[in-house]
């Protein structure tokens, strides 16, 4: 199946700081790429649909200013969470479908676990 | 509202037997149906998925159920082994986009 590298897998920061995601698409390019969250125990709730080349679309009650997603190529896309703050903490994962299968073929990263302190 | 209403919420089952997770939804213009497995610190992997034309599809020891008229989708393990203990999610296309809505998960257990 496609692949989807996600970096880092971890990644502990200070509060206030800011934390950059990457979630590229190794074997295939893709135009639009999915953020979501997932808190302990719990589902993964779509954050943002990422479009390369354009502006990110965000959820109700997501942010957009907190969580800044920029998808410079066909292959990346990235999240940053600024000002990050101990209710950030949390499991980040992205997704990707590879070429026009659409949702037929949805290929997740190994998401990435951030602690804020 | 949600989307798609998944249950138990945990599951134990003894190793060798049938784990079995049920899922509803409620959009009737659902044209696919994912099962997603995940292990703690890893992001999902897709097990099996099923189009609306079939009422089941088996891939080894996991089998996917469909029931167009009651809009309900399961998932049966057969032989559940212990390294199937795991969170499994059903999901539907969000409508009018590709991202999925996932459900709320199943933690399984499988116990020797």
């Known amino acids: 199946g496609a692949v989807v590298s996600q970096h880092p897998s971890r990644v502990i920061c200070k509060s206030g700081t800011s934390v950059k995601i990457e979630c590229r698409s190794l074997d295939f390019q893709a135009t639009t790429m999915f953020w979501y969250r997932q808190f302990p125990k719990q589902s993964l709730m779509l954050m943002a649909t990422s479009n390369e080349g354009s502006k990110a679309t965000y959820e109700q009650g997501v942010e957009k200013d907190k969580f800044l997603i920029n998808h410079a190529s066909l292959t990346l896309s990235t999240l940053t969470v600024t000002s990050a703050h101990p209710e950030d903490s949390s499991f980040y994962i992205c997704?990707?479908?590879?070429?026009?299968?659409?949702?037929?073929?949805?290929?997740f990263g190994q998401g990435t676990r951030l602690t804020v302190v | 509202q949600q989307q798609v209403k998944q249950s138990p919420q945990s599951l134990i089952v003894q190793k060798g037997g049938i784990s079995i997770i049920n899922c509803a939804y409620e959009n009737t213009a659902f044209d696919y149906f994912p099962w997603y497995q995940q292990f703690p610190g890893k992001g999902p992997a897709l097990l099996i998925a099923i189009r609306p034309d079939v009422s089941e599809k088996k891939e080894g020891r996991f089998t996917i159920s469909f029931n167009k008229s009651a809009k309900q989708f399961s998932l049966h393990i057969m032989d559940s082994q212990p390294g199937d203990s795991a969170t499994y999610f059903c999901?539907?296309?969000?409508?009018?986009?590709?991202?999925?809505?996932f459900g709320k998960g199943t933690r399984l257990s499988v116990i020797a």
């Open positions: 997704s990707a479908n590879p070429g026009d299968r659409g949702h037929l073929e949805a290929f």
């Open positions: 999901a539907v296309p969000k409508p009018g986009n590709t991202p999925l809505v």
